[in-house]
């Protein structure tokens, strides 16, 4: 078990993806750092889990490494296929 002292609380939050508009950038909740689908150096944020639902991405936590929140993305879209 962990001490208290040594535990930094994150607030979680939750963006749904549908009702942001553009190409999927978002401004982080808390600090407002623009966390952007396009940007793969995890200079920004960096992917902490993955929730996959048959072959569809469900959900996607990543935590913003200038805060440190923890952000929650759901709202992606299912490609029907074919």
């Known amino acids: 078990m962990m001490k208290k002292a040594a535990v930094k609380k994150s607030v979680m939050y939750t963006v749904d993806l549908t009702k942001i508009d ?26 902490v889990e993955t ?10 936590v990543l935590q913003c490494n200038k805060c440190g929140s923890i952000i929650r993305l759901v709202g992606f879209l299912q490609e029907s296929e074919g």
């Open 51 to 60: 929730k996959v639902k048959g072959t569809y991405l469900e959900e996607l």
């Open 22 to 47: 553009g190409d999927g950038a978002f401004p982080c909740p808390k600090c407002g750092a623009v966390i952007s689908p396009d940007d793969e150096t995890e200079e920004i944020y960096q992917i």
